[in-house]
T-cell receptor, first 114, second 111 residues
Framework: DADVTQTPRNRITKTGKRIMLECSQT?????MYWYRQDPGLGLRLIYY???????NKGEISDGYSVSRQAQAKFSLSLESAIPNQTALYFC?????????????FGPGTRLTVL | GEDVEQSLFLSVREGDSSVINCTYT??????LYWYKQEPGAGLQLLTY?????DMKQDQRLTVLLNKKDKHLSLRIADTQTGDSAIYFC???????????FGRGTSLIVHP
């Protein structure tokens, strides 16, 4: 079984709809992250959480919100989706043991906003 | 702010060596990483190097770091079609635990 899972894997929605992307991990890691990937732009950090009570904005948090429901679960919401939020979204986890304990990525959710 | 730059594409012939280059601007970068993203998958760490090292070798992979020029490279020897992927360079300042990623280099391996 995958250590970091994301649901759904693909989603097509319409402008103005509320969307939630979910991430679960079985690695026991404290830290979780949401990134979006756009062609030619690489990965950009949306939000991150270092433990259940900690939420931090990343580089591009506008239009997004998150919820850390438990150590193992971190959800990303788009309150009112817009077409330029069409992208590939990745969840990642890491421990706090040090920088060499790298980030582990989920398989991604491809979101299309029409 | 931090910036990590990579060329977007590299095409090589199967069996040749591939060299993917990266430059970064943050002089306090302590850790530098190479990740690989295969089609339809998330990123996976390939290798990393500390800023106090200048070379690291791991089987077919060789990482070279020129700290003075803030230049990092990844050499893949005997490149195979299975090496076709997007390769991301990333840097991280000690204590931040949040890497800054480059835009990724798409490596295309043709027969």
């Amino acid at each position: 079984d995958a250590d970091v899972t994301q649901t759904p894997r693909n989603r097509i929605t319409k402008t103005g709809k509320r969307i939630m992307l979910e991430c679960s991990q079985t690695k026991g890691h404290d830290r979780m992250y949401w990134y979006r990937q756009d062609p030619g732009l690489g990965l950009r950090l949306i939000y991150y959480s270092f433990d259940v009570k900690d939420i931090n904005k990343g580089e591009i948090s506008d239009g997004y919100s998150v919820s850390r429901q438990a150590q193992a679960k971190f959800s990303l919401s788009l309150e009112s989706a817009i077409p330029n939020q069409t992208a590939l979204y990745f969840c990642a986890t890491s421990t706090r043991s040090g920088p060499t304990d790298t980030q582990y990525f989920g398989p991604g959710t491809r979101l299309t906003v029409l | 702010g931090e910036d990590v730059e990579q060329s977007l594409f590299l095409s090589v012939r199967e069996g040749d060596s591939s060299v993917i280059n990266c430059t970064y601007t943050d002089s306090s970068s302590t850790y530098l990483y190479w990740y690989k993203q295969e089609p339809g998958a998330g990123l996976q760490l390939l290798t990393y190097i500390f800023s106090n090292m200048d070379m690291k070798q791991d089987q077919r992979l060789t990482v070279l770091l020129n700290k003075k020029d803030k230049h990092l490279s990844l050499r893949i020897a005997d490149t195979q079609t299975g090496d076709s992927a997007i390769y991301f360079c990333a840097e991280m300042e000690g204590g931040s635990y949040i890497p800054t990623f480059g835009r990724g280099t798409s490596l295309i391996v043709h027969p």
